[in-house]
């Protein structure tokens, strides 16, 4: 091995992008942060890789748990291949020219397998990549592989007690797939291997490969050097149609109860009756207004980890919303589901549930179809745009928390916190939130 031998992550990253492959060889200083949200998918990813392994009892970790250390894992997993050992977790191999981890080895009756685990529910075209390329490793470092599978997680698995390892995930077979693209394999390498050796950034302008399996790592540098192009909505003109907000308003209820969800996901579910990726609501807001211009009443939920949050959150809601009077969301999309599965997974409740949903109001369709529109919505109708536009004194910019995605995170973040502070600090943080989000939704429907 050398400080150019191209792991598997190194080849799917220079596949996608040899602009970023070169970027990470070369310019490593320039790699953006990593975000509070993508920590938490690459924790995801090791979790379920590490439940996964139960798949396979009695296996042993060759990388000791430290990716770092190549030679080491390399060296341990042929001696662990040697003295018979038939699992081995975090298998190394390389040829010298190549390097990949595979998450399972197992010795079968006929011969060797390999699983590599992923957090996702289906299979994606860039991980039949990666296990093209640890087939093409493993094989080429000297171990013949009868098959190759991936290991994904069953959005279909229910949670009935405890976690049913076997259900919880799906294998499938990958070999077939994998075998014809072996001889593609070697091609790609070496003009990898002849860029990385050549030393020039190629010239490469940003597209669909930025963003897409995931997003780069580079992005802040390569905006910076070639920004993107401008949006073409951003310089729509202001639009305001009075006969479809009046209409909008006409058709709304007093009481008005402006009403917003928080929601949590677990890669592997956490609760009864709940499936992997869930989004399991945690906390509401609600504003209720009896008439128009009234004053406004504040109700809200939050739930207390590590407690399944839905049967207070639905109990607390139930009571809170009456029996008529108007619901207002922003994308009704997102509270109906949530509603829709609580109702799924808690039938006592879907008597009381069925009734709400004539009563909800999408506050987010008259901005979709641009009945009220100014260029600072910058072509975006979503609650975040649309607000500092329309009620600039209100903001979310002194809030810790500023978007859904961190009020998930946040109250994951309770789950293992035992400081009675920082819980109470995080708390008051996702309280302030959400009321935020209901309180924006009555403001921005007074500028109708
Ligand atoms: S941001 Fe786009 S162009 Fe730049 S390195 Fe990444 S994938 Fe390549």
Not at 81 to 108: H, P, R, W
Not at 234 to 251: H, I, K, M, V, Y
Not at 406 to 412: F, K, Q, R, W
Request: glycine share 6%; proline share 6%.
């Amino acid at each position: 091995m050398n400080s150019r031998t191209i792991s598997k992550s190194s080849f799917v990253r220079g596949t996608k992008c040899p602009k970023s492959l070169y970027l990470h060889f070369f310019q490593p200083e320039e790699q953006d942060e990593i975000s509070e949200g993508q920590q938490s998918i690459f924790d995801t990813g090791h979790n379920v890789g590490f439940l996964a392994q139960q798949l396979f009892p009695g296996g042993i970790d060759a990388s000791r748990g430290d990716h770092s250390l190549v030679h080491e894992a390399i060296a341990y997993t042929a001696e662990l291949i040697g003295n018979g050992q038939t699992v081995i977790y975090e298998a190394a191999f390389s040829d010298g020219e190549t390097l990949c981890y595979m998450d399972i080895l197992v010795k079968e009756t006929d011969g060797w397998a390999a699983y590599e685990v992923k957090a996702s529910t289906q299979v994606k075209d860039y991980q039949v990549n990666d296990v093209a390329f640890q087939y093409f490793v493993i094989t080429r470092s000297g171990l013949p592989l009868k098959r190759v599978s991936l290991v994904h997680v069953n959005n279909q698995y229910i949670r009935h007690g405890d976690l049913d390892i076997r259900k919880l995930f799906t294998i499938e077979s990958m070999t077939e797939r994998i075998l014809p693209m072996q001889n593609n394999i070697p091609v790609d390498l070496l003009s990898l291997q002849e860029m990385l050796k050549a030393g020039l950034m190629p010239d490469i302008p940003m597209g669909s490969q930025c963003n897409n399996p995931f997003p780069c790592d580079f992005l802040e540098f390569c905006q910076q050097s070639c920004p993107a192009e401008e949006d073409e909505s951003e310089g729509r003109p202001a639009s305001r149609n009075q006969d479809e907000l009046d209409q909008f308003l006409d058709e709304l209820e007093y009481p008005l109860y402006f009403m917003d969800f928080e929601t949590i996901q677990f890669a592997v579910p956490q609760y009864n009756e709940s499936r992997p990726y869930q989004q399991i609501p945690f906390q509401y807001s609600l504003h209720l207004q009896q008439t128009k211009s009234g004053p406004l009443t504040h109700f809200l939920f939050l739930g207390t980890p590590p407690t399944d949050p839905r049967p207070e959150f639905i109990q607390s809601l139930l009571l809170h919303l009456g029996s008529s009077g108007s619901i207002i969301v922003w994308n009704q999309t997102f509270e109906n589901t949530r509603l829709r599965e609580i109702a799924r997974d808690f039938p006592e409740y879907s008597s009381m549930i069925e009734p709400l949903f004539d009563r909800v109001a999408d506050l987010m369709v008259p901005f979709r179809r641009k009945h009220l529109y100014t260029p600072d919505m910058n072509g975006s109708y979503s609650l975040k745009a649309v607000l500092p536009a329309l009620v600039p004194d209100l903001s979310y910019s002194n809030l810790e928390i500023q978007e859904g995605g961190s009020a998930g995170l946040t109250y994951e973040s309770l789950y293992n916190d035992a400081d009675p502070e920082s819980i109470a600090t995080k708390r008051e943080n996702l309280l302030k939130y959400c009321e935020l989000d209901t309180l924006s939704m009555v403001r921005i429907l007074e500028r109708f």
